[in-house]
């Protein structure tokens, strides 16, 4: 394609004041002057707006890289001149005079044909209007003729047209290209036969452009042109045939776009633009010919024309086409199915109604989901309840649209079916209220606690868990604690707990599930305890212990247990005190062992609540298994009082190696986090040694891509994992490890193998590994394309 090869610069923005002052016009003074004494009123004319005569001259030395003053000059001189035709007729004459000048720069030039462009539009709007003699001879220079386009393309008038007719029959290679662009973008009839003729001219470019050139003409003499085309089918002549044939009288564009939408040769996708062509400019006989396609066996077209449906047809002819659904194949029903949800007209919901009892399985899915977008009724709104109240695939697709059904009567209806006693529908209506958000309800739902009927309760505490608010604690704990059906057990605790959840402040969220557990019977104050494990705290933690200690075997075991379940570790401690005060030794055991259990699993590291029982533990553990495996959680500590005690243990001969290595392992860990290198992704490293699970250091899963960790002294480990959380696949491919006091020469190995797909890659080091310094290598590339590590967790 031919085009301007210069820059091109938009007018800046600025007040009529600011241009005039970079124009140096006279005609907007700072200052009124005073009359002279002897001036009379005068009816003259004021003289012609014009540039100052040194922004001529700039304009004529204009350079691209230079100061574009003199450009925003005469714009703004063109601005101040607005529609006066005198004042613009002076402006384009001085124009082509420098634009006559052999001395003028080419940045000039083109700064003069852009504002002819706007001048001459007014100065020559007159069907006798000639064109300029030193624009038509840039017509026809190569060097020039886009300059002269500038000026020129959007002035209209048959002499202009006639100066593009003259310069094309003149003009050769990149120049005619450019003259064939301009004739199409006028549109200019006369043009057809020589372009005709170009298109078989064995230049590609001259051809292309003649093709293009005769679509945007789009008259039938074009269009017949572009029929004789030595390569009729070739795609830039088929678009310039639908592109004619969108402009024609209906009667000569329907044949052409038959044509092509007929011909099996073309690529599908212009066969399908020239039948929505087809169907676009006689809008009469759409719903015929769009039934007649749905009704055939293209489903290429039948596809197209469904997605096109909003903007082809009317409501009207659209509902009436609906009415027809039972007639076409099932694919073809799914699609047309799924615009009318998606055009949400509600002409079109007696007829998909009706499809909801079609024998297909998935034209009754279409018709469900269809349901939940268009706008619903009462109708509508019982019959997806009733369908919702079956068992099957239909069922989830019925209660999930009911969820997402609006219109006229449909929240009156659920609500009104959620009240009603001995419905068959009710239970359906009551979870609707809960999955519509229904928050006015909340009343009628906390009404059902009474309900004989252990389903509807279930149902009604199921809606309340998305609905109920800080104000209906009370109730719901009262509520856990009667609790009888095993079902309406479990949702009124998940009740409980969301409503509670709702309270920003952690003490009053507990204070009264905590305050209602003695006064609870067994069943309740189990389910109550259940709730507290959800909620979490050491606040509620500590409600627990003296039920852990008390006479109760029964409570003792379900606070021990539901401490065991803690969401966090604010529960060691509260464990902790249980074992110790354990009124039996089968208690303090179930007490000791779940505790132990808690910190073992948990991914917390060098806590001090971790520390504080651990030590205390240690003072109640019989036996050295247990000692020993105390010892091992000891070893992730960072205090004192973990060292002291890992210090004090090395006396006894069981314990002593593996209290010196606790001892060295709490040294190091008191130094954290560790100093850190890397092969890639420096930035980031930070992220797995922050004690966090949910940001990771990644890099790309080549071959080494290393790690190297300086924990400051030399220390012993056993044991280390690399967590994957949530990135389960990101594994090293292969690795080794080296624990070392020289990275430089590092030696063998102390760990080597294969990375594991899963929430962490766990390594074994070889027995005694000891160093200042721990280097992980990913040793072999892998086609997934990341290594993580979320975090580096030791032992």
């Not at 009733?386 to 969820?403: N, P």
């Not at 089968?586 to 991914?603: C, E, F, N, P």
Request: charged share 20%; glycine share 6%; aromatic share 4%.
């Amino acid at each position: 394609m031919a085009t301007a090869s210069f820059p091109r610069w938009l007018p800046s923005t600025l007040s009529v004041a600011t241009l005039a002052l970079l124009a140096g016009c006279s005609f907007l003074p700072t200052e009124t002057p005073p009359a002279p004494a002897n001036a009379t009123a005068s009816a003259e004319a004021p003289a012609p707006v014009t540039a100052d005569p040194a922004t001529y001259v700039a304009i004529a030395k204009l350079d691209y890289a230079g100061s574009q003053k003199a450009r925003e000059a005469l714009t703004g001189a063109i601005a101040a001149a607005g529609r006066d035709n005198a004042a613009l007729t002076a402006l384009a004459k001085k124009l082509l005079e420098l634009l006559a000048q052999t001395d003028c720069t080419p940045a000039g030039r083109q700064a003069i044909c852009e504002q002819l462009g706007t001048v001459l539009a007014v100065t020559l709007a007159s069907p006798q209007a000639t064109v300029p003699p030193v624009l038509v001879g840039m017509l026809t220079s190569e060097k020039e003729v886009d300059l002269a386009r500038l000026a020129l393309d959007n002035i209209p008038g048959r002499n202009f047209d006639a100066a593009f007719l003259t310069a094309l029959g003149q003009a050769g290679g990149r120049t005619r290209v450019a003259l064939v662009q301009s004739v199409g973008n006028r549109r200019i009839a006369g043009a057809v036969g020589t372009l005709a003729e170009l298109l078989k001219n064995s230049d590609p470019a001259t051809a292309a452009s003649a093709t293009r050139a005769l679509g945007q003409i789009g008259t039938s003499a074009a269009l017949a042109a572009l029929r004789l085309a030595p390569n009729f089918n070739a795609p830039a002549v088929v678009e310039a045939r639908l592109a004619c044939a969108r402009q024609l009288p209906s009667v000569m564009a329907i044949p052409a776009l038959a044509e092509v939408s007929s011909d099996a040769t073309l690529p599908a996708q212009v066969r399908v633009a020239a039948l929505i062509g087809q169907l676009q400019v006689e809008p009469a006989t759409a719903p015929t010919r769009v039934g007649e396609v749905l009704a055939g066996d293209n489903p290429v077209f039948k596809q197209a024309v469904i997605t096109a449906l909003p903007t082809l047809l009317k409501p009207d002819q659209i509902s009436a086409l609906a009415a027809k659904l039972p007639g076409y194949d099932a694919p073809t029903q799914v699609a047309l199915l799924a615009t009318f949800g998606r055009a949400g007209d509600k002409a079109t919901v007696p007829a998909v109604l009706t499809e909801v009892q079609s024998p297909t399985a998935e034209v009754r899915a279409a018709a469900l989901e269809a349901l939940g977008m268009l706008p619903g009724n009462t109708e509508v709104a019982l019959t997806l309840a009733r369908l919702a109240a079956t068992i099957g695939a239909d069922a989830k697709l019925a209660r999930q649209s009911l969820a997402r059904l609006h219109g006229p009567g449909v929240a009156e209806t659920v609500l009104a079916g959620a009240k009603r006693a001995g419905d068959p529908l009710r239970i359906v209506f009551i979870e609707q209220l809960g999955l519509r958000n229904a928050d006015n309800a909340v009343a009628v739902l906390m009404q059902t606690r009474d309900d004989s009927d252990a389903a509807v309760r279930a149902a009604a505490l199921g809606a309340l868990t998305p609905l109920a608010t800080f104000a209906e604690q009370p109730a719901l704990i009262d509520w856990v604690a009667s609790a009888s059906d095993s079902t309406e057990n479990s949702r009124a605790v998940r009740a409980l707990v969301a409503a509670s959840e709702r309270q920003t402040d952690p003490a009053l969220r507990i204070q009264a599930i905590a305050a209602a557990l003695p006064k609870a019977k067994p069943a309740g104050q189990a389910r109550l305890m259940t709730a507290l494990s959800r909620l979490g705290g050491a606040a509620a933690a500590e409600a627990l212990v003296p039920f852990a200690l008390g006479d109760d075997a029964a409570a003792a075991e379900a606070a021990v247990t539901n401490l065991g379940r803690w969401p966090d570790d604010t529960a060691v401690l509260a464990l902790t005190a249980a074992a110790e005060k354990a009124a039996t030794e089968a208690r303090k055991k179930t007490a000791l062992t779940t505790v132990v259990q808690m910190i073992a699993d948990s991914r917390v590291r060098r806590s001090p609540e971790h520390s504080e029982a651990l030590v205390r533990l240690m003072a109640l553990a019989q036996g050295d298994e247990l000692r020993l495996r105390l010892l091992g959680l000891l070893a992730r500590c960072a205090d004192s009082p973990a060292r002291k005690l890992a210090s004090r243990l090395q006396e006894e001969p069981a314990l002593a190696e593996a209290a010196r290595y606790a001892e060295l392992a709490i040294r190091a860990n008191a130094g954290w986090p560790p100093a850190v290198r890397t092969s890639a992704n420096a930035s980031k490293v930070k992220n797995a040694f922050d004690g966090k699970f949910d940001n990771a250091w990644t890099v790309s899963a080549t071959a080494e891509q290393w790690l190297e960790i300086d924990f400051k002294r030399t220390r012993p480990l056993r044991r280390l994992a690399l967590d994957q959380t949530g990135r389960e696949s990101e594994c090293p491919a292969q690795y080794e490890v080296f624990l070392t006091d020289d990275p430089q020469a590092p030696g063998k190995a102390v760990a080597s193998g294969n990375g594991t797909r899963g929430k962490a890659t766990v390594i074994e080091l070889s027995a005694g590994a000891q160093g200042r310094y721990l280097i992980i290598k990913n040793t072999t590339e892998r086609k997934d394309p990341s290594w993580s590590v979320c975090e580096v967790v030791l032992d």
